[in-house]
Antibody, heavy 122, light 110 residues
């Protein structure tokens, strides 16, 4: 079964850091680009960051650029999001999502995890 | 990245067709054929319904179709069914390895 499982969320104070992880299974992880998408409570979807299959292409939303870092470990079938200098507006459910096509970035996400909640509050 | 503009809500009766618009700019929707549409039911993860503007992933009903004209993309759902009631989001590649989502449209099946 193709599956993405996020972890690492929780309650954190403003200005602190958190590292999210996404464990992939059921597909050849290193063939696909991967992304992080977040959704604040009661709000819409927001793309956060994406990384190509070989980490050669990386992009960030303006709202997180310079604070968040995406990475992947293909040997461990895992995707990560290092979040620094967290703000209240980063409070959201963070989804890990798989790109649709092999060895390219189509920005179409066919597999999603169930998300991990990040709450930034003092 | 600028958010794409979608109507906040649309509605239709079972069997009818509805269309949801997604307006961007010449820097995103107008420049790339990389528009996707997602369906999200309450408490669930989003589901890919359309990619590359008009292509359907395997398993998605052919009642769902996508198109684009200029800076505006559209999702049409024909033969509306109760299970189609959900939130729908468009998104488009915006250059420089970035992506923008629309604000979402709540579809109500009357």
């Amino acid at each position: 079964e193709v599956q993405l499982v996020e972890s690492g969320g929780g309650l954190v104070q403003p200005g602190r850091s958190l590292r999210l992880s996404c464990a992939a299974s059921g597909f050849t992880f290193d063939d696909y680009a991967m992304h992080w998408v977040r959704q604040a409570p009661g709000k819409g979807l927001e793309w956060v960051s994406g990384i190509s299959w070989n980490s050669g292409s990386i992009g960030y939303a303006d709202s997180v650029k310079g604070r968040f870092t995406i990475s992947r470990d293909n040997a461990k079938n895992s995707l990560y999001l290092q979040m620094n200098s967290l703000r209240a507006e980063d409070t959201a459910l963070y989804y890990c999502a798989k790109d649709l096509v092999v060895a390219a970035i189509l920005y179409a996400f066919d597999i999603w995890g169930q998300g991990t909640m990040v709450t930034v509050s003092s | 990245q600028s958010a794409l503009t979608q109507p906040a809500s649309v509605s239709g009766s079972p069997g009818q067709s509805i269309t949801i618009s997604c307006t961007g700019t010449s820097s995103d929707v107008g420049s790339y054929n990389l528009v996707s549409w997602y369906q999200q039911h309450p408490g669930k993860a989003p589901k890919l319904m359309i990619y590359e503007g008009s292509k359907r992933p395997s398993g998605v009903s052919n009642r769902f179709s996508g198109s684009k004209s200029g800076n505006t993309a559209s999702l049409t759902i024909s033969g509306l069914q109760a299970e189609d009631e959900a939130d729908y989001y468009c998104c488009s590649y915006a250059g420089s390895s970035t992506l923008g989502f629309g604000g979402g449209t709540k579809l109500t099946v009357l």
